[in-house]
């Protein structure tokens, strides 16, 4: 017998996961604003501050495969409230190394900061439980929105720091994680629907192995949600290099960027609900790879300049609302957290590689990214190709939905 979802519930904690996530995100990327500072203050080199800058996506990245297959087994509530509460510690570690000019420091606490990017894998088998299949692009897409986190961080956190100070600043993202955990602790719920999974984790975890999807979807994910995390985190170096930006100019448009791309991402998850997966991605994977030789070309003017970006931007999100509406509908219900690990790890480590990429190949001679964006073009064309063979249904049998 089908189980009753009250939806005004189903709402909230859809809203609340998101919140969730959102703070979660704020905190995974408070680095990545203030990178001018840290190459001023330390004088760091090009690659040393793409790793600093990368860093926290990598645990961000691995750490979501333990924690998507955790989410099956103690679910969403629990996990959101432990991901927030040990992910303050490390961005006090963040104040306290930036604050002494500590680079090592820094980047050891930047590895641990990625406790918090784990949060995206808590949240997809949490709210995929809470509403029937037809509906989980919408619902994956809305949580999706979290990941505008990289938006505030972008945009307030070098206004916070100038006008607060740098330690407050990070005592402030610190409390909001504090405050966040308590209310989800306090007022989550899981759905009625949800069955908890105490199979054992190495099992589980081939069991999503063994999906073909599971590599196909990893494979699109780490492109589109990749490609944003990259853009996100390295967007303000690139725009100080290319255009000579401010680090607040550049928050600022870091921020516009992030934020079309969370706008895009629940439009990506609806139109999936209705045309199927297959069409938004193609359309996304083309837009990314011609706006890559867009980007590469340089536009001089600001219009054309924000309008490339923003588009970048837009296509990038339609992806990722495309790809987990993909998620929720082809994985088995027992499986949805595992995949959910698996694929978003793919995802973060998308974004991992292409900073220290963009570091190691920049051109100071011509002032050039053309190697990176090249690639970018190149591997968003391949994923076209994956799309484009990618079954319509799971090759695994029917299983009943989560949640109806």
């Known amino acids: 017998m089908d189980t009753e979802i009250d939806p005004k519930k189903a709402t909230y904690n859809l809203v609340l996961a998101t919140l969730a996530s959102t703070v979660g995100f704020w905190g995974w990327m408070v680095i990545s604003p203030l990178g001018e500072r840290y190459t001023e203050a330390m004088d760091l080199s090009s690659t040393s501050i793409s790793v600093l800058v990368a860093m926290p996506i990598l645990v961000g990245s691995l750490g979501r495969i333990v924690v998507g297959a955790l989410t099956d087994r103690y679910g969403g509530r629990v996990m959101f409230t432990s991901v927030l509460v040990l992910s303050v510690i490390p961005v006090l570690v963040v104040a306290w190394a930036g604050g002494i000019f500590s680079y090592w420091l820094l980047l050891t606490a930047a590895l641990f900061l990625g406790i918090a990017g784990t949060v995206f894998a808590i949240g997809i088998p949490f709210v995929s439980a809470w509403y029937k299949a037809s509906r989980r692009g919408f619902a994956t897409g809305v949580f999706g929105m979290g990941m505008g986190g990289t938006a505030i961080a972008a945009f307030l956190t070098p206004r916070l720091t100038a006008s607060i100070g740098y330690l407050q600043t990070h005592l402030l993202v610190a409390g909001l994680m504090v405050l966040m955990a308590a209310l989800v602790w306090f007022t989550m719920s899981e759905s009625p629907a949800r069955t908890a999974i105490v199979e054992p984790f190495v099992p589980k975890m081939m ?46 448009r870091t921020a516009g960027f992030a934020l079309a791309a969370v706008v895009a991402r629940p439009i990506g998850g609806i139109i999936a609900d209705k045309i199927g997966a297959k069409p938004v991605v193609v359309v996304s994977l083309v837009g990314v790879s011609a706006l890559a030789f867009a980007v590469m070309a340089q536009p001089q003017t600001e219009v054309a300049t924000g309008a490339t970006f923003l588009s970048m931007a837009a296509a990038l999100g339609l992806g990722t609302g495309g790809v987990f509406a993909w998620v929720g509908k082809l994985s088995p219900a027992k499986n949805v957290g595992a995949v959910t690990g698996i694929v978003s790890a793919g995802g973060g480590l998308g974004g991992y590689f292409p900073p220290m990429v963009m570091g190691a190949t920049y051109n100071p001679v011509t002032n050039s990214y053309g190697i990176g964006l090249t690639l970018l073009a190149v591997t968003a064309m391949v994923a076209l190709i994956v799309t484009l063979t990618l079954q319509r249904k799971s090759a695994v049998p029917a299983e009943k939905p989560a949640a109806t």
Request: no cysteine; charged share 10%; net charge neutral.
């Open 207 to 252: 069991g999503a192995v063994r999906l073909p999807v599971t590599w196909q979807l990893t494979f699109l994910y780490a492109v589109v949600f990749g490609g944003f995390v990259s853009f996100s985190a390295y967007l303000p170096t690139y725009l100080r290099d290319i255009y000579d930006m401010s680090p607040t100019a550049a928050g600022t």
